[in-house]
């Protein structure tokens, strides 16, 4: 439950939000898969509530009776397309397959099969992590009690970091934003538990709630370990709050730019010569002469915290980022402590899943690979490879065209555009060959150990790419991962077989349906690499300006138009989504939109126009089939910590934030002056 905070690398994944491997070819490999062949309707019509106007509340009308039929499971935070596919994909198929695994009496150790089963198996022997309590993490809490000196506290965290612990700063490998076939070490800050400055910072009623029970929560987990330390949560809050002081927002990382500082090795001793850099790395197994600093500031002004602050103080916040790192792989009442707060206070959840769930989802994420490999075979089949292959290439097709015919856009920045465009490759479905994970060790009964021996196969694959070149065949997410992303440094989109079904791809839905889901996600992906971030990178995935001046202050001004426009939006009393923090993800959905609604114009040509079906137009399907994809339910406490830390805007917003821009919305509904989703023509923003 613990919020992921570990450094930022320039990997941009978007959301429309990781025995031995053999290396067979992908079609040997899935000559099995099958697609399930459950029917789900193209689009239920029950879903409607036609109270609301499509021209007033396009979210509303399409799914107002959904949003009351589908409350948000008491489980969860938020409740919809995503997360209900992602429970499909988990706690029916993964849950099958690990059945089966589990069910054998002979697996042999080291195989990815004995992995998988017996992890799981540890994760539900609540004897046995009961009966340890926090022992293995003993050894952890004997070096940090040990140190001394601020030399001794860089050691030390240096060796937790291998095993996922943060600190004020943070190692990665990634490719070279200005060398892109080539990795390179990669430092940025780190080490806030709240994940984000502005819960630090902010002063509405809301987020001092958060700080007060997070005060609470550090105190009682460290009662429940036994520690000595008196009000450690004040001292806790005390050091995060001056470390989130220092550090960039959200909306500063967005800058790939002023983010991308390359520099000696030497040159973080120079920056901050009071912590030990060099054992820090080594214990790291970090050696490079060069790296990509973050924000050399951050590092200075870190150096003078650090070193003003107690040993004592900071020996603290160790224990307690050790502490909370493991907290759900820990008896019953840290795990409860930890989902209380983690859970509860930050997301609004209001009960923990059942511990045979939890027990599939962390056996996804410690080994997502070796399961997404079983996952493909039984549940991709390679004719759904073949059918997302020809829409990319219509939706490439179409681009093409749009870029073609920009009044904005001079003709060298076109040209320069259109070879992007042509450049992008892409992945489908499962990597076409498979690591070999047959190095991390799993037992029944070691449960955390079996997690540290993940983590710790994780961080050597990662650290072992520094200064090696990129292998592009690698893929940033699991085969069974409900999501899809652009990476501009491979200039690539990536479509995980886990988010090609219903209701994002439907192989027995029309057309329409179809387009205004999974092509919209394709364009929204394609997008990515001409919006805000994307657009600074060149073909081959280089971080260098390929736009002439005058064309890049259009595209400033368009963006700058629809950052304003969204951060006009209340989704809550007092509560604005933040325009410059979520600029990307909305111009991706805007262009995906724009992309699919006139790649699905084009399917048509030469062809008879399809009749309207249940009473809807193709284009009235085609909006429909987006308003399908965003429909959801969200706790007040999941929409704020959204709103603060989140780069994709709520999904009522997604729905009914770009179709004012688009005049085929307005057309397809024939909405008119006065409507609530019509803008006039002047206010309309048109980028792609």
């Known amino acids: 439950m613990k919020k992921n905070n570990a450094v930022k690398l320039p990997l941009l994944a978007a959301m429309v939000t990781f025995a031995a491997c053999n290396s067979n070819s992908s079609t040997q490999q899935h000559q099995e898969a099958s697609a399930d062949t459950t029917k789900v309707p193209a689009f239920n019509l029950a879903d409607l509530d036609t109270a ?309 989802r962390s056996t996804d994420t410690k080994l997502g690979m070796p399961l997404g490999k079983l996952f493909a075979k039984k549940y991709f089949p390679e004719s759904s490879k073949e059918k997302v292959s020809k829409m990319i290439e219509n939706v490439r097709s179409v681009y093409g065209e749009r870029i073609d015919k920009l009044t904005w856009m001079g003709d060298s920045t076109k040209q320069m555009a259109r070879k992007k465009l042509a450049s992008f490759t892409y992945k489908i479905g499962y990597p076409d060959k498979w690591k070999d994970y047959s190095s991390i060790q799993v037992d029944k009964g070691t449960l955390l150990e079996n997690t540290i021996s993940a983590i710790l196969y994780e961080h050597k694959e990662n650290i072992d790419k520094i200064g090696k070149p990129v292998d592009k065949r690698e893929w940033g997410m699991t085969p069974q991962t409900v999501n899809a992303y652009y990476n501009p440094l491979n200039n690539e989109v990536v479509f995980p077989a886990g988010i090609l079904q219903p209701p994002f791809y439907n192989p027995n839905a029309d057309d329409a349906i179809n387009y205004g889901g999974i092509i919209a996600v394709i364009g929204h992906e394609f997008t990515h690499g001409f919006d805000d971030q994307g657009s600074q990178f060149d073909a081959d995935g280089n971080l260098k300006n390929w736009w002439t001046q005058a064309d890049r202050a259009n595209f400033d001004k368009l963006t700058k138009r629809y950052i304003n426009y969204f951060s006009s939006m209340e989704v809550a009393p007092g509560l604005k989504i933040k325009g410059d923090l979520t600029i990307g993800e909305n111009v991706a959905d805007l262009g995906g939109l724009t992309l699919a609604y006139y790649a699905l114009k084009k399917s048509f040509e030469g062809k008879e126009e399809p009749k309207p079906i249940d009473g809807f137009t193709w284009k009235q399907r085609f909006f429909l089939g987006w308003a399908q994809v965003w429909h959801g339910n969200i706790t007040e406490a999941a929409l704020r910590q959204q709103i603060q830390t989140d780069p994709h805007s709520p999904a009522r917003a997604r729905i009914n934030g770009p179709l004012p821009h688009l005049k085929e919305f307005q057309d397809a509904w024939g909405c008119q002056t006065g409507n609530k989703m019509v803008l006039p023509e002047a206010e309309r923003v048109v980028i792609w």
């Open 52 to 360: 609301y106007k499509a021209c007033d509340d396009f979210d509303n009308y399409a799914n107002g009776n959904w949003k009351k039929n589908n409350p948000i499971p008491s489980t969860e935070s938020r409740w919809g397309a995503f997360g209900i596919l992602d429970k499909q994909n988990k706690e029916v198929r993964l849950k099958g397959i690990i059945a089966e695994l589990t069910s054998k009496t002979d697996l042999k150790k080291g195989t990815e099969e004995q992995q998988i089963a017996d992890y799981y198996t540890s994760f539900l022997d609540t004897a046995t992590i009961e009966k340890r309590g926090i022992t293995p993490l003993k050894p952890y809490l004997d070096k940090i009690e040990a140190i001394k000196t601020l030399a001794d506290w860089a050691a030390v965290t240096g060796e937790l970091q291998k095993i996922g612990v943060s600190s004020f700063t943070g190692f990665g490998a990634e490719a070279d934003a200005k060398n892109s076939k080539m990795n390179i070490l990669y430092q940025g800050q780190s080490g806030l538990s709240l994940g984000e400055k502005s819960y630090y910072e902010q002063q509405d009623s809301a987020t001092k709630n958060v700080r007060n029970e997070f005060v609470k929560h550090v105190d009682k987990m460290f009662t429940l370990a036994g520690f000595p330390e008196q009000k450690p949560g004040v001292t806790i809050l005390g050091l995060e709050s001056q470390l989130a002081k220092i550090q960039l927002t959200n909306v500063a990382l967005r800058d790939p730019v002023k983010t991308y500082n390359r520099a000696a090795f030497s040159e973080l001793k120079t920056l901050a010569p009071d912590f030990d850099w060099d054992a820090f790395s080594q214990k790291q197994d970090i050696k490079t002469d060069t790296l990509v600093l973050q924000n050399k500031e951050y590092i200075s002004n870190a150096n003078k915290l650090l070193k003003a602050t107690p040993i004592d103080v900071l020996k603290t916040y160790t224990k307690w980022q050790l502490l909370t790192s493991f907290a759900g792989y820990l008896p019953k009442s840290f795990d409860e402590e930890n989902f209380h707060f983690f859970g509860t206070v930050m997301t609004g959840k209001k009960a923990q899943k059942t511990r045979a769930e939890r027990a599939i």
